[in-house]
């Protein structure tokens, strides 16, 4: 099987993250978005209190867990809390990595089965359906498919790596061609949270669905806006015949949460107040970094949510890895994410503050 897998892209950059590290003022990181930031207080008290919890978890999570992510989607993202809104089940993720790999393989799909992904991608979408011996498609745009038989369709808004937000519009648009071939749609919704210039809408949005949410899964994380990547802590939401069957699957391969981990989850979904202050931190970082990308010739293209900045001197992405890279910048090569992304860059704000100040600041000494 792992002949079939692509090669893990962050190896590709040794070389330049040994001469970015070689800075006199050390390396500004930017080329993974890795949480930096500290937990909470009330998330580490929550999960301290389970410690000592010596039984199995459940795979379905707690009903406190169950409520808490239901309750944060409607409170934060308007997501079925309208009167006569439809209900929705819920999944607990051992990350949400670990979902999306996973979700082709535990659905059924296989080798007769077409899973489409953006054509600027998060790597998993891809290695999800390798794994399950599907075939994979890049495709932004329903009217590139044709008539092709589709079983599945994984979007990303606000994106990874392009921060590019989707419309109500084109959300509907996906939702109603995936039902006249009856393909389940799963959008990854990690960074709905961190929309900055533009409205980022749920798949589970009623404008969206239009009351029905049949074959529509929501993947959501608590890594970046929670600063929760250590815990492995997220969850599916949707139609919930399929996360139905679904947790089925999970039941029986033992995909259990630990139990103290649900209980920082429940914590962490019921207070808005830190995830405010996290998005704080996002939103200044990005208005430093942004105007000095800008000032040292680059383009930024999309990038109106998520916690990225999609960038290009239009050039092949490589030359601007090792560009930067002597400045004491790594970055990400927009290749990592699909053959679209060959002349961009991908530059993370979740380094510190501290990093983020020392990667403009040489910018704009090179500018």
């Known amino acids: 099987m792992t002949g079939t897998l692509p090669g893990f892209p962050w190896d590709t950059l040794a070389a330049a993250k040994a001469e970015a590290g070689a800075h006199p003022d050390g390396i500004a990181d930017l080329s993974v978005g890795t949480p930096v930031d500290p937990v909470a207080p009330v998330i580490r008290e929550a999960l301290a209190s389970v410690a000592d919890a010596p039984g199995y978890p459940t795979t379905a999570g707690t009903p406190a867990l169950q409520e808490a992510a239901l309750a944060a989607l409607g409170r934060r993202f308007g997501i079925g809390s309208g009167h006569g809104a439809p209900r929705l089940g819920m999944v607990p993720a051992i990350g949400t990595k670990e979902m999306i790999a996973s979700l082709p393989s535990h659905l059924g799909l296989g080798a007769q089965d077409t899973v489409v992904i953006p054509e600027l991608a998060y790597p998993t979408y891809e290695v999800g359906a390798l794994l399950a011996g599907a075939r994979p498609v890049r495709a932004?745009?329903?009217?590139?498919?044709?008539?092709?038989?589709?079983?599945?369709?994984?979007?990303?808004?606000?994106?990874n790596p392009s921060g590019r937000i989707l419309g109500v519009d084109h959300l509907r648009k996906?939702?109603?061609?995936?039902?006249?071939?009856?393909?389940i749609v799963v959008s990854d919704e990690c960074y709905l949270g961190l929309a900055w210039d533009a409205e980022a809408?749920?798949?589970?949005?009623?404008?969206v669905h239009g009351g029905d949410v049949t074959g529509l899964i929501a993947i959501h994380s608590l890594s970046k806006t929670s600063s929760l990547a250590s815990y492995r802590a997220g969850f599916a939401a949707g139609d919930p015949a399929l996360l139905g069957e679904l947790l089925e699957v999970r039941k029986h391969a033992g995909l259990m949460l630990p139990l103290p981990v649900q209980a920082a989850m429940?914590?962490?979904?019921t207070d808005d107040a830190h995830e405010a202050e996290q998005r704080e931190?996002?939103?200044?970082?990005?208005a430093?970094?942004?105007?000095?990308?800008?000032?040292?010739?680059?383009?930024?293209?999309?990038s109106d949510g998520g916690l990225y900045l999609w960038a290009t001197r239009d050039e092949p992405c490589r030359d601007t890895v090792d560009r930067l890279a002597a400045l004491g910048i790594l970055v990400a090569p927009g290749d990592f994410y699909g053959p679209r992304g060959a002349r961009h860059v991908r530059m993370a704000l979740t380094a510190s503050d501290d990093r983020i100040a020392a990667a403009a600041d040489r910018l704009a000494d090179a500018a």
């Open 140 to 159: 932004d745009g329903t009217a590139q498919l044709g008539p092709a038989p589709v079983t599945m369709i994984f979007i990303n808004s606000p994106a």
């Open 174 to 183: 996906v939702v109603d061609w995936a039902r006249q071939r009856g393909a």
């Open 201 to 207: 809408v749920s798949i589970l949005d009623e404008r």
């Open 266 to 269: 429940v914590a962490a979904l």
């Open 281 to 286: 931190r996002y939103r200044r970082r990005r």
């Open 288 to 302: 430093v970094l942004r105007p000095a990308v800008l000032k040292a010739g680059f383009r930024i293209d999309d």
